[in-house]
């Protein structure tokens, strides 16, 4: 069987369909890949797509939580018949898991060598260059495989929106708006582009133009998708920047976090860096921050999985003034580090993780020198 790219699939013909499905999903950031995938596993447990789906999935989320059922996935994968895409795909969650997170990203970009048109592949080496912080290559990837895609298929238009990221991420604002603007003249409900756009208007200061342009497409992205989190705590940045704390506020309270919120580290992870910035604007922000530490002290873990939600698990704890926890948490970092000693990750704390978070606490004490020679 291929799939609805023209990549090798083994499995039944209702395999790939259900899996086509999936992968469009996962395009728009529609939750309901979160049932087809599910469904996958369970109908077609032989077809290796199908777990690896699974586990890109649990791996996308950044929770060290979800580890386990990754490696479950990959674990079972590796005991079906897989061909040479699906061994490759075998091969770069295996290194993500074992934590070589650059390792899985270059992985990911020499099966795309060969299979150009291997979307899942594409979308979750661009997530990965985005967790890693490659900006030429979450320009570059999609860059190479734009040319191989059919210009009528929709799906070209969301391999145009990720390349519209990495070139805002490159600095290339102009080439950024128009490519983001094109996707979302396709597809608009493409939240990963509107994404773009609001990062160019952002960066150039377009403030105005940037809550106009979400506002006026909320109901292409403002919910039923897994993305509207992050854009709406973009409209928050926004809004911080003309003074509107109300809205900031309402914002944070209606969308980014409260009592009904999911918990997972990507959303949090937009709360902390909020309320970080009402923080430095001295606004108070109430009891927010303690419910955000209280959310954060079940993902912080000894052994760090990604340095990113390290950073933000601690401003949120010292935000709170939980000081000794922060402290607590960042001699645990120290320790994995020591003890580790390999992988992506333990590169990412020791040079960027650890002296982040101690400038975090060393702000909260009032050291200020000290936050500085850390930075």
């Known amino acids: 069987m291929i799939d609805q790219h023209g990549n090798p699939f083994t ?46 999935l649990s791996l996308s989320s950044t929770d060290v939580a979800d580890v386990a059922n990754a490696t479950r996935c990959w674990t079972s994968m590796g005991s079906v018949s897989m061909n040479d895409r699906e061994r490759a795909h075998h091969a770069a969650l295996g290194a993500w898991i074992s934590g070589e997170w650059a390792g899985a990203a270059r992985a990911l970009d020499e099966l795309l060598l060969r299979w150009p048109s291997d979307l899942l592949a594409l979308q979750i080496g661009h997530q990965l260059d985005f967790f890693v912080g490659d900006a030429s290559n979450l320009r570059d990837r999609p860059g190479r495989t734009l040319p191989v895609l059919d210009p009528k298929h929709p799906h070209t238009a969301f391999v145009r929106g990720m390349q519209a990221f990495g070139l805002e991420e490159s600095g290339d604002y102009g080439a950024a708006e128009a490519a983001g603007l094109s996707a979302v003249e396709v597809n608009p409900d493409d939240v990963w582009a509107i994404h773009a756009v609001v990062h160019v208007r952002e960066m150039q200061g377009r403030v105005d133009e940037g809550i106009r342009f979400l506002l006026d497409r909320e109901g292409d992205w403002g919910s039923g998708n897994l993305f509207a989190v992050h854009n709406w705590w973009h409209l928050a940045l926004y809004q911080l920047e003309v003074g509107a704390i109300d809205k900031v506020l309402d914002i944070y309270d209606t969308e980014v976090h409260n009592a009904e919120s999911d918990g997972v580290p990507l959303e949090m992870l937009d709360a902390s860096a909020l309320l970080w910035r009402l923080l430095l604007d001295g606004e108070d922000t109430g009891a927010r921050f303690a419910a955000l530490a209280d959310a954060w002290a079940s993902r912080l873990t000894p052994s760090s999985w990604y340095a990113f939600n390290d950073l933000h698990g601690v401003m949120a704890l010292v935000g709170d003034g939980r000081f000794t926890d922060a402290e607590r948490h960042i001699e645990a970092l ?16 020791s040079t960027i993780g650890l002296p982040a978070c101690r400038a975090v606490l060393r702000f909260g004490q009032g050291r200020y020198d000290d936050v500085v020679s850390e930075l």
């Open 11 to 56: 499995g039944s013909a209702d395999a790939v369909h259900l899996y086509d499905q999936s992968v469009d999903a996962l395009l728009r950031y529609g939750p309901s890949v979160l049932r087809f995938a599910p469904t996958l596993v369970r109908e077609h447990p032989d077809a290796p797509m199908a777990q690896a789906l699974i586990a890109y």
């Open 334 to 349: 120290a320790a994995f580090v020591h003890r580790d000693g390999r992988g992506t990750n333990v590169m990412m704390t």
